[in-house]
Each structure stands twice: as C-alpha cells, then as structure tokens.
C-alpha cells in the first residue's frame, strides 16, 4: 500500500532532550516535506527536500534540523525542544511533476 | 513570500450548496490545491488547479482566475461527512506550496 508513515504518532517529553521524529514514503517520491500545524495559524512549512542531499528552509525552520540520506526517509530533529515546539506535525511526500502531495498520519508532539 | 486568505468558518445545511473562497497574493505561481482535513486526521487532496477555470469531480468542483488571484470550492448536496476544514494550497517559485489558514465547515441537519 502506498503510504507516508510518521514515528511516534504521539511524544511527551521534556525541554531540551533531543528527539527524533521518523517519516519514511515507500512511493519513490523525490519531494519530501515537514509542516507543523497549530490552532489558529494553519499548516507552516518547517523544511523541505527536492531530492537526497538537498533540503532547504521553510517558513519556520528555527529549532529544527532535517536530513535526506536516503530517498525515502526524512526524520525530523528536535534537538533541544522547547515548549513552543508542541505542535500536530506533518510529513508529506510528492512526486517530481506530481501535483498531489501525501501526508503521514501525524505527530503529535507535547514538550514540557 | 505567500499571503493566502480564507474564511475562518462556514456553516451549512445538509443538501445544500457551499463556496469556500480561497485569495492569494504569490510571488510565482505553478498552481493551487485545495485538501480537506478532517479534525485529527492527515489533509487529503481535492482538486489542483492550475489555468484558469472550474474543474469538476463530482461532488466537488474547484475554480481559479489567475488575475485576480482568486479561488472558490464549491461542494454540492452537502452531507454530514463534508464536515471538515478545507485548506487552499498554492505554490509560487518553490516546489512544495504553502497553505493558508484553512476553514472550517460545520455541515449541520
């Protein structure tokens, strides 16, 4: 089945631990996307990848690093969270002249 | 940079007609997509528009005119289940597009 898996689905942790959120696409897809999505203010784009070994700011990048080593996976790194990090995160996943974009589950994260 | 607006809420009644406008003001622009999402769950794809115009998929129809920088979704014979946000996409020079605020649409009896 085709399909965009995030990993957790839900996190609480504490400020400044490290975490990692995992997003992974079996479609073959070279675009890859991270967004954050709170009340009141929408999806925001946190990083996005056109290919691996090629990512680039989004909207909100502060507090967050990504990496693209393989195609089909983006994890998302926290590394020191802080509680207005607590958010619903997306990942999303669209092929090269694609114009339909497929997003995980989500991850709700909550940092205390 | 992107400014998308759309209206916060609508409400409707089951059976009848609703248009959610979508205005953007985009530096580029390679198209705009309309998701519905409904609460607690991942956006999934309605439409993609990208020359001026309505396209129709059954229930749903989505319409863009590039010079005004405008968009409607119009979703027919309203049911229960239509109860969602509706989030308008664009996408300027960069690839991956940015949403707007979405609205939020309570379909009641």
């Known amino acids: 089945e085709a399909q965009v898996t995030q990993n957790p689905r839900y996190l609480i942790t504490v400020t400044g631990k490290k975490l990692t959120v995992t997003c992974s696409q079996n479609m073959n897809h070279e675009y890859m996307s991270w967004y954050r999505q709170d009340p009141g203010l929408g999806l925001r784009q946190i990083y996005y990848?056109?290919?691996?070994?090629?990512?680039d700011k989004g909207d909100v990048p502060e507090g967050y690093k990504v990496s693209r080593k393989e195609k089909r996976n983006f994890p998302l790194i926290l590394e020191s969270p802080s509680p207005n990090q607590t958010s619903l995160y997306f990942c999303?996943?669209?092929?090269?002249?694609?114009?339909?974009?497929?997003f995980g589950p989500g991850t709700r994260l909550t940092v205390l | 940079g992107q400014n998308i607006d759309q209206p916060t809420e609508m409400t409707a009644t089951e059976g009848a007609i609703v248009q959610i406008n979508c205005t953007y003001q985009?530096?580029?622009?390679?198209?705009l997509f309309w998701y519905q999402q409904h609460a607690g769950e991942a956006p999934t794809f309605l439409s993609y528009?990208?020359?001026?115009g309505l396209e129709e998929k059954g229930r749903f129809s989505s319409f863009l005119s590039r010079s005004k920088g405008y968009s409607y979704l119009l979703l027919k014979e309203l049911q229960m289940k239509d109860s969602a946000s509706y989030l308008c996409?664009?996408?300027?020079?960069?690839?991956?597009?940015?949403f707007g605020r979405g609205t939020s649409l309570i379909v009641h009896p």
């Open positions: 996409a664009v996408r300027g020079g960069s690839y991956i597009p940015t």
């Open positions: 528009n990208v020359l001026d």
């Open positions: 990848s056109m290919n691996v070994e090629v990512t």
């Open positions: 999303a996943s669209s092929s090269t002249g694609g114009n339909e974009q497929f």
């Open positions: 985009t530096s580029g622009f390679n198209g």
